[in-house]
């Protein structure tokens, strides 16, 4: 029987060395293998059931989550429990090692004020602007936080264990994409509320009456709320691929497999930033090989398939299926792209004191409909913008410093794989306003970072305070990882 693979294996800079038998094993073989820590267990159920648990679902099955009405404790996702209670536990973990949270903070400062800026926001639009929201700065920024920390020191062993459970989910959610492009129809129930078919002029009990009854207009959600989420993390799932040492031929059919569902998913950004930089990426990749005349047979044939046969792929499901109906429909200047030039006029409508610190739902509401945006199909798409108009001028250079610090962070200590997630983020949430609401979307992008993140090098008085604050029976082992006896890091 072959051993597992060692749990101090050292990481390449794109990301985790995967075994081949490690990805075939199901997800739950996957969570039985890794001795996880009781905190990363439920960090690790907290990421699944964001992934698996959409807001549409729990509105569905009694939950107001994304409804008017209820309590705040409705307001939260179940994930967001889960990494809550996680994080609670990953306290007491390093308290019971000597690690106080003085220590703690000091080893993330950037992180603690990141969250710290995210909990005093609500409060600063609540006292300025009358206006609610405390829900949509937790769910949509701190979960992703505390993800960050509680797997940023985990093991190699531990990291391949999450990097193979998001791949299987988005395999399956890319899947189910395209069974619902054939069938015509969501397996899931979407969110029940009414609105009004401006193409037939009826009332509608749901997205999915809306969309089947507009021509072209069909698109897939998957285990997702809306399909441009689906979309950005179908992007983010074939940069995640990329960081997984996986043969080639597997790579590459998984990530085709990903290009079709974004086409089922209908989000031009998406589709057309993730062709791009998987472009780019190849084109480096020739070059480099051919400057140091390593560049074999076998390159030359996979390139030119990529440039030949999968346009010519691509273009006969475009043409021959149902999918990707609504991208040739609107692949022109629309009413939704031409929105994003449109929102921009609202400054233009808020009054000095607006400016300074912010205006309530209410107004912007009104800012919308004087502009002729359709909400809730197209009204403010801008992240940043919906920020500023919303916290104001002033604590808006506070969010985003804080903002810009975790992204900084994220960046510093990602590699490769991870980088691109980033910045596929980053371009996608200035064309949609996931972020400016409820929305999962950052906490599923850093735990796929995290789970492609090299394991560093410890610093030596890093590694004295993790040596003096652990159990005598860990000491031995450390100490046999050491670099200086030939040894490798954690």
Known sequence: ????????????????????????????????????????????????????????????????????GGSFPAKLHPGTYLVGIGFLLYLRY?????????????RYPTIVIYVLVMLAS????????????????????????????????????????LC????????????????????????????????IDSFTGKAVHSESQLFINRPGEFRAFAFFDHPLTGGTMTMIASFLVLGMKLPAILRDGIILLFMVALLAFGGRAALGLTIGILGLLSLRYLVTRGLTRQLSPSDMARVFLALTVLPLILMGVLLATDIGHRILAHAYLD????????????????????????????????????????????????FLLLAFISLGAIWFLVFLAAFGGFVRW?????????????????????????????SNLLTLTVSCVVAVMPIRRRSEAAAAQVATAAPARDQAPALMRSPMLGGRPR
């Open 335 to 382: 009413d939704s792209a031409a929105s994003r030039s449109t929102e921009w006029k609202i400054l233009g409508l808020m009054s000095l004191p607006q400016l300074l610190f912010g205006i309530n739902n209410q107004d912007m509401l009104n800012y919308v409909f004087i502009l002729g945006l359709q909400f809730p199909f197209s009204d403010i798409e801008n």
């Open 94 to 106: 390093q308290a019971r090692r000597g690690v106080t949270l003085g220590r703690l903070a000091s």
């Open 410 to 438: 994220l960046w510093r200590e990602a590699e490769g794989a991870g980088r691109l997630m980033i910045f596929g983020l980053l371009v996608m949430i200035m064309a949609s306003n996931s972020l400016g609401r409820k």
């Open 122 to 161: 609500p409060v600063y639009v609540a006292v300025m602007s009358a206006s609610s929201g405390a829900a949509s700065y937790i769910e949509s920024y701190i979960p992703a936080a505390l993800i960050a920390v509680m797997w940023h020191d985990t093991t190699a062993r531990a990291r391949r264990a």
């Open 1 to 68: 029987m072959r051993a597992a693979p060692r749990a101090d294996e050292r990481l390449r800079p794109l990301g985790l060395r995967i075994e081949r038998q490690t990805l075939a094993v199901g997800l739950p073989e996957v969570a039985r293998a890794v001795d996880f820590p009781w905190y990363l267990r439920f960090a690790f159920l907290g990421i699944l059931a964001n992934l698996l648990l959409p807001a549409n679902l729990l509105d569905n099955i009694g939950i107001p989550y994304d409804l008017d």
């Open 164 to 195: 193979c459970s998001l791949l299987t989910v988005f395999i399956g959610d890319a899947v189910l994409a395209l069974v619902e492009i054939a069938l015509h129809g969501h397996l899931l129930p979407l969110s029940p509320y009414m609105m």
